[in-house]
């Protein structure tokens, strides 16, 4: 079983920045890629918004438009860790930012549906004050 541990949450005001990180541990990891997805307040687990997603072998990353030239997704292979820089952040990037492995994916056109993802963090909250 793989599990995944995000940290980095917290609150901001508008403007500023966070950087999240998402570690994976338990048995040996091997992973198409891992994606951060986020549920804002009063949203539903079905609801989860994909963020941004980025393979594991290769550098292949996708973003959502609503975080595109704001937040980058970057890797460190050796500690199975993920990372999300989260730059000039607004309120409405207040949620819960969870992190997402998929071990297969056989068309990147589908690498936002969260109900492909085999493994899931626990989430961290970010809030973002204006």
């Known amino acids: 079983q793989v599990q995944l541990t995000e940290s980095g949450g917290g609150s901001v005001q508008t403007g500023e920045s966070l950087t999240l990180s998402c570690a994976a541990s338990g048995r040996p990891f091997s992973t198409y890629g891992m994606a951060w997805f986020r549920q804002a307040p009063g949203k539903e687990r079905e609801e989860r918004e994909f963020?941004?997603?980025?393979?594991?072998?290769?550098?292949?990353?996708y973003y959502s438009d609503s975080v595109k030239g704001r937040f980058t997704i970057s890797k460190n292979i050796p500690k199975n860790t993920v990372y999300l820089q989260m730059n000039n952040l607004k309120p409405e990037d207040t949620a819960v930012y969870y992190c997402?492995?998929?071990?297969?994916?056989?068309?990147?056109?589908?690498?936002?549906?969260?109900?492909?993802?085999?493994?899931w963090g626990q989430g961290t909250q970010v809030t973002v004050s204006s």
């Open positions: 963020v941004t997603a980025i393979t594991w072998v290769g550098d292949n990353t």
């Open positions: 997402a492995a998929i071990e297969i994916l056989y068309d990147a056109a589908y690498v936002a549906s969260a109900g492909l993802y085999d493994y």
